[in-house]
């Protein structure tokens, strides 16, 4: 059996695992902190709780679902646990869709900028709906050499390529370690990290100050107004500035920090919400999904997606057919 079909096999077995009663408080708890009025208006963004839940989350024991879920099956193989353990390790992102390979989607992450190939296993009928240019906002992990989708991801036309960059840079910001999965980004920022430290001595004298706290804001101030000093110098110095049309990473790029920034730990879900729902062209790449007509306007409360999942009732799949584990 072909790695990624194993993968989604073990895929709705772990959700399975995820929605059962050995967990119904925990992943209450969690539905409840993520949807605090109780309703739920973007299935997408539900999903991704609950895939989060899956592979990230934090039970009181130490552990994730997902380990638990390995522990608790000794008959899979080295192979098989191995690739289960490193979807903990999940990549979130916004890619834009660059192309298509076979069975594939090619996806440049906007947040990383680096390219993922992302398989299905539902197989290519599952990304018929996408076209190059389409954004999505979603999560991916490891099947075997490739990535494969997790969860029902976002998909969303390319005429809000820009809204959704801006939202990407936004949760750049708040998320940096998403951004240094990228060693060349990685480099540059303990590059830049260092030039400022030079400069902070250049002013002051030292790496470390003591001042009374009324002095702090001056010093603070004074370090930003240097900084932005050095760097207009090295623009004019350089000549004007050009290509700003160009595609990411292939021009000069003027980061300007603007604290306070949000606190880290919030999800994708966020990015999804600064876009309107009637902009989107689709939810996610999935034929079995309902139209856009009948998801119009339609709120939910977290209950009903809670017993449709099958967190009372036994797992039946959720999300209307979609169900977490089919991507």
């Known amino acids: 059996m072909d790695l990624l079909d194993r993968a989604g096999h073990l ?18 708890a969690v539905i409840a902190r993520s949807f605090p009025d109780g309703v739920v208006t973007d299935e997408s963004a539900f999903s991704m709780v609950l895939d989060h839940f899956a592979l990230q989350h934090r039970l009181p024991s130490g552990n994730t679902v997902v380990e638990a879920f390995a522990a608790a099956h000794p008959e899979l193989t080295g192979a098989e646990r ?17 192309g298509k390979d076979r069975d594939a989607l090619v996806l440049f992450n906007l947040l990383d900028e680096l390219t993922y190939r992302a398989r299905s296993n539902l197989g290519r009928r599952a990304f018929k709906p996408l076209k190059k240019g389409m954004i999505l906002v979603g999560r991916l992990v490891r099947a075997g050499e490739d990535w494969m989708v ?35 980004k990685l480099a540059e920022a303990r590059r830049v990290l260092a030039g400022h430290h030079q400069m902070f001595v250049d002013l002051f004298g030292a790496d470390l100050i003591v001042v009374p706290g009324t002095e702090v804001p001056g010093k603070v101030e004074a370090f930003h107004r240097h900084l932005a000093q050095q760097i207009i110098g090295e623009v004019m110095t350089d000549g004007q500035v050009c290509g700003l049309d160009q595609p990411p990473g292939q021009r000069r790029q003027l980061v300007v920090a603007e604290p306070p920034l949000a606190p880290i730990g919030q999800s994708l879900d966020e990015v999804e919400r600064q876009i309107p729902v009637e902009q989107r062209r689709q939810r ?44």
């Open 82 to 98: 191995d690739m289960l353990v490193g979807w903990r390790d999940v990549i979130e992102g916004v890619f834009e869709v660059t």
């Open 150 to 184: 997790s969860g029902n991801p976002a998909a969303f036309p390319a005429a809000v390529r820009d809204q959704m960059l801006a939202a990407a840079a936004k949760q750049a910001m708040r998320h940096p370690e998403a951004v240094f999965r990228n060693p060349a």
């Open 284 to 327: 996610r790449p999935d034929q079995t999904v309902q139209s856009q007509k009948e998801r119009k306007g339609r709120a939910r409360t977290t209950a009903d997606l809670v017993d449709q999942c099958g967190l009372r009732h036994g797992f039946n799949g959720m999300l209307e057919g979609g169900a977490i584990d089919r991507l």
């Open 11 to 28: 895929k709705g077995m772990l959700v399975e695992f995820a929605l059962s009663p050995r967990f119904d408080r925990e992943l209450s």
